[in-house]
């Protein structure tokens, strides 16, 4: 039995590893990944086509600031979109050992939840503009049944940024204005999985037969007594909250290439994040009883024991974006594209370091590749009141099968969307918009966590967009 005792207390040590592995990624979205472009009601109709260019609208604060000196007097702007995102997991879950996990599909993992947005611009003189935008560019939410086969990947993943965004634009001439922002970010993550308490231990002991550490015989027999002890099904529930205050800017310019074509060019700058906050553990009563033993603790040394509430710090980066965006502007209609590159490849690995010295520190591999978002839509005018809107785009996923998490199943995207505006007065528009999201089959090729429980299989995600704004300006 000591060496049984000492097997365990190596567990205990490996799955601190284990689940702070598991719960570091605070992925959270219906651009690429967890981006959210949902800042408008009037560009959702046509797909953001001409979104930095177009100075239709408030949102261009936040799209591209120079845009700012097609607004007249001042604005104030509410849009509010409901995105509802469905996403369904079939396949098949083993441990390490290579036995099944028991467990469900995990139900529908998707939800509905509201985007606000929120505007404010005013022309100070006539060549200068500054306006205020309160924005969610980034946000996902996923959670899957509590007992599903994925458990130990995923179960609940709610992440969210929030941006205060200050603009100025200057018009330098008639026909080129520059814009600048300064941009403050809040971002909160709460993560929760599974813990596999019974299969870390056993391939600890697998680990130590390999490499020489126990004899055949002693493996197996140490194998048994603690699968005794730990049987499959041994689980507990790890939990992770953390926010953080963060700051970035943003650029952009406009030409007037003609008295009818704009094309505009806006670059935002990455955020860096260190999230603060705090782990909390759940474990039956088998596995209490480990961490009871004195032998464990003495093993484990003085100090906090692993599994318990406790502290920690993980740095996390918003990405870059650059779009290029035209537009063209006639009496009865107005066409634009919009072409925007997000850096996503600044995520390469996110590492978690915890203030319980017996909870090591950890760092997982995602490697993302940068993705684009291309659309082409465009509005007409029937009457002096009313607009129709339409248009198409392509969002390119920044994840692959091989290391696709289930907490964020996303792959490349096609959309359709449809809108409608209204000018009740000449001071009070309305606007709404729709989009529906056809999604690629998110493969996932045999993602591990930290304990090296297998997922395979595939995600059917498709999602909805409703937008409505309200414009005031005087």
Known sequence: MQKLTHTRSLAVAALSLAIAGALVAPQAAHASAFQLKENSAAALGRAFAGSAAAGDDASVIVNNPAAMSLLKGTTFQADVTGINFSTKFHGTATDAQGRPISG??????GTTIPVPAFYVATQVSDRWHIGLGLTAPFGFKTEYDSDWKGRYNAIKSDFKSYDATLSASFDVTDDFALGASFIAQKTTAELTSAINYNTVGLGLIQRAAAAGQLPPATARALAAQYAAVVPPGSDGVAKIKGDDWAYGWQIGGLWKLTQNDRIALNYRSKISHKLEGTGNFTMPSNVTAVLSNPAVGALLGSGQPPFTHTNGTADFTTPSVATASFWHQDVKFGLGFD?????WNEFKDLTVNYSNPNQPSTSEDYSWRNSYFLSAGGEYYPTDKLTLRAGVAVDTTPTYDDTRSPRVPDST??????????????????????????????????????????????????????????????
């Open 104 to 109: 469900g599909n995990g139900g529908d993992a």
């Open 413 to 474: 995207r096609k959309w359709l969307a449809f809108g409608i505006g209204y000018k009740a007065t000449e001071r009070f528009e309305v606007n709404a918009g729709y989009a529906h999201i056809f999604v690629n089959k998110a493969h996932i090729a045999g993602v591990t966590n930290a304990t090296n429980d297998r997922l395979v299989g595939q995600n059917d995600d498709k999602g909805n967009l409703l937008s409505v704004s309200a414009k005031y300006q005087f």
């Open 339 to 343: 072409l925007s590159w997000t850096k």
